[in-house]
């Protein structure tokens, strides 16, 4: 059983930084892509950025050039660098690890992230 624990939210002002961590227990962190996700409240969970396994990145529209999504798999830890905070960044951020085969997602229990305008 995977399990993710999620650290670094919290509240910061407009055109801040944040560093969010995921650590995973177990020993499949370095054979699969990770990434972060994050929800607010009546909205589906959307996807911020991903690494793969191969370290390619993939972000969304809304975050590019602003999150840098980062991995160390000696330590089965992912990050993500948010700067140029927006308060539309406000979410619950959740830590994902994807499984290919057989398919499978874990989760985070998530960290709050608050952009104060």
């Known amino acids: 059983q995977v399990q993710l624990v999620e650290s670094g939210g919290g509240l910061v002002q407009a055109g801040g930084s944040l560093r969010l961590s995921c650590r995973a227990s177990?020993?499949?962190?370095?054979?699969?892509?990770v990434g972060w996700y994050r929800q607010t409240p009546g909205k589906q969970r959307e996807l911020a950025a991903t690494i793969s396994r191969t370290y390619r990145t993939n972000y969304a529209d809304s975050v590019k050039g602003r999150f840098t999504i980062s991995r160390d798999n000696d330590k089965n830890t992912v990050y993500l660098q948010m700067n140029s905070l927006k308060p539309e960044d406000t979410a619950v951020y959740y830590c994902?690890?994807?499984?290919?085969?057989?398919?499978?997602?874990?989760w985070g229990q998530g960290t709050q992230v608050t952009v104060s305008s």
């Open positions: 994902n690890l994807e499984v290919i085969s057989p398919w499978r997602a874990y």
């Open positions: 177990g020993n499949i962190f370095s054979a699969n892509a």
